[in-house]
């Protein structure tokens, strides 16, 4: 008995300085308007359910914000954070917020201290080192590699020319499996034709088990979580991953020195190694499984969308046609940088894609001093929401047919007086996805490939869920035909 009394006044003790501590957040949170919550529970019934569920209610709750036409506030538990649609206050988050959300630690254990996750000092001395390896002209080296897997693809699709509709991510994100491990680490994997290897299953395990976290408010202490068996399992798989990657790391390194000069095209671990970046083998290791990660899974997922919208959308589809047919004539050649950037109706219907299906749908940021908004200040230690899912369909900012599929709402005329915060699929600002012009190239390329190749038909993608990305709940079914 006396212990239960010892327990409850020690919990009270500690809640008692816990609010204490966090008193000007408090105070800040009384001064924010706020919708759909419940005493005690705050917000965190909508993050309750099936990944289609917590999607469609984390939609309707910043869809009901963005009409109240405020800085909103959303209790999750213990954590508050500051909602708003307005692009300018957007840009102002982004932009002086580059410390990551609490919930992106869940990826620390997978990803340690990779671009991706790493605490902002951190974050900011990296990103300096590794961006000029991203630079234009190397990604452009890059080139021959998207449009040789793209062949390859192209080739395995056959299988499925006259059939039913088949999920067309399988093929696509084993594709760019194959070109983010040449480009990143010099490693034909060939999982086009070996897709199921020990190491992909391994990623798969962690990625599932990383996104249970994200939305079981239970399974996020780290005390709760180690109790389950997923927690082993989860440990298991992490370390698979780190295997292979450091396994590729020691091979490099020894090659390297051996002979430090490679002639032609180099991967981004012998561009890093060539340079004498003062890297560690684990340092090295974090940011080459995030650039693989983050490089693979958005990717593949983008080009996915948007060979459904062309197959249900067949105006548009022939439209990329006569665009490729203007570029290749009647030429099978693989596509070159000049080729690229001559797709300017393609890309139009890429970003539409993007904005339509957001594959990265919320964004997570703590301030770490105030930042002052349209309407209030935000203090220190509070996170902010950006949920660009919402934002890319907002009718006060897209107009009436936000949800329409319109790729001409990307020409130059149309873009030139909208708000650069409006349209963020590789976020903004200093913390931006370092990888953006080598996505939208691989993009291109791929979709190029199929598209000359194949006629697309599919059905309108309606029902959508969150595993950390965005997922359409029954695939990305299409149908393909040979293209005359």
């Keep these: 008995m006396l212990v239960l009394v010892l327990l409850l006044l020690v919990s009270a003790l500690y809640y008692l300085h816990f609010r204490r501590s966090r008193k000007l957040i408090y105070e800040f949170s009384e001064t924010l308007p706020t919708t759909g919550d419940l005493p005690l529970l705050g917000h965190t019934h909508w993050f309750i359910g ?29 954590t508050l954070y500051v909602v708003t649609l307005n692009p300018e206050d957007v840009q102002k988050i982004l932009e002086n917020c580059l410390e990551k959300d609490y919930s992106y630690k869940f990826l620390q254990a997978w990803l340690g201290n990779g671009l991706f996750v790493a605490p902002v000092d951190l974050w900011k001395a990296h990103r300096r080192l590794l961006l000029p390896i991203f630079h234009n002209r190397i990604i452009e080296d890059y080139i021959e590699v998207f449009a040789e897997q793209g062949q390859i693809l192209v080739t395995r699709l056959h299988e499925q020319v006259g059939r039913k509709q088949f999920d067309i991510y399988e093929y696509i994100t084993s594709c760019m499996l194959d070109i983010v491990f040449e480009t990143a680490m010099g490693e034909k994997m060939d999982v086009q034709h070996n897709p199921d290897t020990p190491y992909l299953r391994a990623r798969k395990t962690v990625m599932s088990i990383i996104n249970m976290r994200l939305f079981k408010a239970w399974m996020q202490p780290d005390a709760l979580f180690s109790l389950t068996t997923h927690a082993g399992i989860q440990k298991e798989n992490i370390e698979a991953t780190h295997k292979f990657t450091d396994e590729v790391i020691r091979k490099k390194i020894a090659a390297f020195e051996q002979s430090s000069h490679k002639e032609g095209r180099k991967d981004i671990l012998q561009l890093l190694l060539e340079r004498k970046l003062e890297f560690s083998n684990v340092e090295l290791r974090e940011h080459i499984d995030s650039i693989t990660i983050a490089g693979n899974d958005t990717t593949a997922l983008v080009i996915s969308y948007a060979l459904l919208l062309l197959g249900s959308h067949q105006d548009v589809q022939d439209k990329v046609c006569e ?18 950037s001559k797709m300017d109706y393609l890309e139009r219907v890429i970003k539409e894609t993007m904005r339509l299906y957001t594959v990265v749908p919320i964004i997570g940021r703590k301030t770490q001093k105030e930042l002052k908004l349209s309407t209030c200040s935000i203090p220190a230690g509070v996170g902010c929401a950006v949920v660009p899912m919402v934002m890319h ?45 080598f996505g939208m190239l691989a993009i291109k390329s791929i979709l190029a490939n199929i598209v000359r190749s194949y006629k697309i038909s599919s059905e309108i993608c309606d029902r959508l869920k969150i595993e950390i990305l965005l997922f359409p709940v029954t695939g990305h079914l299409i149908r393909i035909e040979k293209r005359v």
């Design 50 to 78: 099936s990944p289609e569920r917590i999607l469609n209610n984390v939609r309707t709750l910043v869809e009901n914000i963005d009409e109240m036409g405020s800085i909103s506030k959303v209790w999750i538990g213990p």
């Design 393 to 437: 369909r907002s009718k006060k900012i897209w107009g009436p047919d936000a949800n329409n599929f319109n790729p001409d709402r990307f020409l130059p005329e149309n873009c030139a007086t909208r708000h650069p915060c409006a349209f963020i699929p590789f976020s903004y600002g200093m913390r931006n996805c370092i990888g953006r012009h």
């Design 323 to 340: 665009e490729i047919k203007v570029i290749f004539g009647s030429s099978l050649r693989s596509p070159t940088k000049e080729d690229l």
